[in-house]
């Protein structure tokens, strides 16, 4: 089976702190993408990458930055974090191609408050 | 930006078939539509997927018009444990490099 984990379920985080969410993907996959979730807005794509060392913007990327230095990990950072950032953030992970063909595997979540 | 719209919330009965549909004017040429399920506290999981005309598998169907802007999510005789959060998925390639976008998701209610 497939395994997506995060690293955290659960995250409390001030503003202005350096914030780091993980995830790690066990199936090789090349294509790994991060999302928030929020009330009514459905998922929302912040930052996707196809091969390590390569990242796009999704729709939501102000605010965050991504880093993926490992084919089976994709981090997302927050330079400082703020309190509209609070949210649930949501890791996926696929095989190669840019087509919605590949079916995406998703994480747990990690709920994210910032006070 | 592509959009795809859904209803935000339906209700139904066991054993009722349920059928949502999603509208995606702008989907790409090569795209196929995805439909995920996601339960309260767990990421979405993949139900099926399309490219056009019909499909369908052990827990639902598809339904996709020629002209493609739209799909249907067909659940048959729905149980209380459908209840979940429905999205649809298309790639977005009107800005030139691919995006996925999801809709912002039904909200499937099954009553007793």
């Known amino acids: 089976d497939v395994k997506v984990t995060q690293s955290s379920r659960y995250l409390v985080k001030r503003t202005g702190e350096k914030v780091f969410l993980e995830c790690v993907q066990d199936m090789d996959h090349e294509n790994m993408f991060w999302y928030r979730q929020d009330p009514g807005l459905g998922l929302r794509l912040i930052y996707f990458s196809y091969d390590v060392k390569m990242k796009e913007k999704g729709d939501i990327p102000e605010g965050y930055s991504v880093s993926r230095e490992k084919k089976e990990r994709f981090s997302l950072i927050l330079e400082s974090a703020s309190t509209n950032q609070t949210s649930m953030y949501l890791c996926a992970s696929s095989f190669s191609g840019t087509s919605s063909y590949n079916e995406q595997f998703f994480g747990p979540g990690t709920r994210l408050t910032v006070l | 930006l592509a959009k795809t719209t859904q209803p935000i919330s339906m209700d139904s009965y066991e054993g009722q078939e349920v059928n949502i549909t999603c509208s995606h004017n702008?989907?790409?040429?090569?795209?196929?539509i995805t439909w995920y399920q996601q339960f309260p506290s767990q990421g979405p999981r993949f139900i099926i997927q399309g490219y056009k005309t019909k499909v369908t598998n052990e827990v639902a169907s598809l339904f996709i018009p020629a002209d493609r802007k739209s799909s249907t999510l067909s659940l048959p005789r729905v149980s209380l444990s459908d209840t979940a959060v429905y999205y649809c998925?298309?790639?977005?390639?009107?800005?030139?490099?691919?995006?996925?976008?999801f809709g912002r998701g039904t909200s499937l209610i099954v009553h007793p």
């Open positions: 702008n989907i790409a040429t090569n795209d196929y």
């Open positions: 998925l298309v790639g977005d390639a009107s800005g030139g490099s691919y995006i996925p976008t």
